[in-house]
């Protein structure tokens, strides 16, 4: 008669591990206030400083520029709802003699997140909260946050470090769904001789990219990423931002069900880390350059939760 009972719990033992899940936010107590400072907006943009620049700027030997940018179009991927849309806007020819004409164009679009995006700190939330344990509520107007919003970044101009586990792999492209581990980068940055600073732009290459455009469904719907433990292991090493050539930085899907993005969590809720989405890294992999200044400013969007950027690798 015990058997049954011993296995009846045993079962229900295994299904509440296999429904705990692997990471959980920490609390309020323990994430806030943010080193930065109780009243702290900017984050890890708080890194840019004379010293930041003039050490990226020492990076600069060849003089060329690669562009990390996508080309903004209504073919690009898209998360969920988010478009791109854009309709020409023609003005008649102006009357004096030298007959100026002139055109523009209304875009209509979710500006702060399609193409290549850098996410600001209104982004995200655990729970009600965003960095610096901000309420949602008594920051978001009808025009945008009072806090937090990624207007407050400025210019980011670091020294970048192309991390590339591709290469590391030996492939093109990791696997949908490969969880790019702590002892991966660990690898990836001995073998590229490097070494991560405080202030950094720390760039993950995982071939992901070469989706972009030429099968978009592909590209959105599953992609290698980091996880908990890399992005907590990244966390500490102090970066300006992390980025990556996938939709997300996350490992998608997750291999726990249980958690949504929690990469996303990890750096912009807890510790105030920008993320950069989307980039184009081919060409900087294809060089084979793992060490660069990176330059960005996000768009003056006030209030806004991030922005569509064009970053270049200058070295």
């Known amino acids: 008669m015990r058997k049954p009972a011993i296995a009846a719990i045993t079962f229900c033992s295994i299904t509440a591990l296999a429904q705990t899940p692997s990471w959980r936010p920490p609390d309020e107590s323990t994430r806030c206030p943010s080193k930065w400072g109780a009243a702290d907006q900017r984050g890890s943009a708080n890194h840019m400083k004379p010293e930041t620049v003039l050490r990226a700027t020492r990076l600069i030997r060849q003089g060329m520029a690669v562009e990390l ?8 991927p898209f998360s969920g709802t988010r478009r791109f849309d854009l ?18 164009e209304i875009v209509t679009t979710e ?39 990624v207007h407050n970044t400025g210019t980011i101009f670091t020294r970048g470090v192309l991390i590339d586990v591709a290469a590391l792999k030996g492939v093109p492209a990791l696997a949908a769904g490969y969880e790019i581990t702590i002892a991966d980068i660990e690898a990836a940055l001995k073998r590229q001789n490097l070494k991560l600073q405080p202030g950094d732009a720390v760039i993950l290459h995982t071939g992901h990219g070469q989706y972009w455009g ?10 290698p990423g980091i996880g908990v433990a890399a992005a907590e292991w990244l966390a500490k090493q102090d970066p300006m931002l992390v980025g990556a050539d996938n939709p997300s930085i996350d490992v998608s899907p997750n291999p726990d069900p249980a958690v949504s993005l929690p990469v996303h969590q990890i750096m912009l809720v807890v510790n105030g880390i920008h993320l950069l989405e989307n980039l184009k890294l081919d060409e900087l992999a294809s060089r084979r350059v793992h060490e660069f200044a990176l330059i960005l400013q996000p768009l003056k969007i006030q209030g806004g939760t991030g922005s569509t950027v064009a970053p270049s690798a200058v070295f």
Do not use: W
């Open 111 to 149: 500006i702060g997140q399609v193409g290549t995006q850098f996410d600001g700190f209104a982004h995200q939330t655990i729970g009600d909260k965003m960095y610096n344990c901000v309420p949602v509520e008594t920051a978001a107007t009808r025009t945008g946050f009072d806090k937090l919003g």
């Open 87 to 104: 309709h020409t806007k023609r003005t008649v020819m102006n009357p004096q003699s030298n007959r100026r004409g002139s055109n523009e």
């Open 69 to 76: 940018g996508r080309v903004l179009s209504a073919d690009i």
């Open 214 to 223: 030429a099968d978009n469904a592909r590209y959105m719907r599953a992609s």
